[in-house]
Nanobody, 119 residues
Framework: VQLVESGGGLVQAGGSLRLSCVAS????????MAWYRQAPGKQRELVAS???????NYADSVLGRFTVSRDNAKNTMYLQMNSLEPEDTAVYSC??????????????WGQGTQVTVSS
């Protein structure tokens, strides 16, 4: 299974970006999916998560600015990021609990996409 992120880039403060994460390979289904980020010199942190049924959870720092969603038919997760701040600058990575069969789940990571917000 591969998780491939896209949509990162350079944006001015106050701007928006939309990240995508596409899962491909031997996939029976996908349970929880999540976005993480890691800024230089900082620990990786959870940004947002979404269950297969669409229940979402957000870090306090992005609540009200970021929206996570998914399309189960396309094995894809999105992160709409609005009102971006320089503090949002980080590598954003996708994480997913992938079912290879009804009873076998494995956790996967994408390679990440860089988001840079200039002041």
């Amino acid at each position: 299974v591969q998780l491939v992120e896209s949509g990162g880039g350079l944006v001015q403060a106050g701007g928006s970006l939309r990240l995508s994460c596409v899962a491909s390979g031997n996939i029976f289904g996908i349970n929880d999916m999540a976005w993480y980020r890691q800024a230089p010199g900082k620990q990786r942190e959870l940004v947002a998560s979404i269950t297969r049924g669409g229940v979402t959870n957000y870090a306090d720092s992005v609540l009200g600015r970021f929206t996570v969603s998914r399309d189960n038919a396309k094995n894809t997760m999105y992160l709409q990021m609005n009102s971006l701040e320089p503090e949002d600058t980080a590598v954003y990575s996708c994480n997913a609990d992938v079912l290879h069969s009804p009873n076998y789940e494995f956790n996967y990571w994408g390679q990440g996409t860089q988001v840079t917000v200039s002041s």
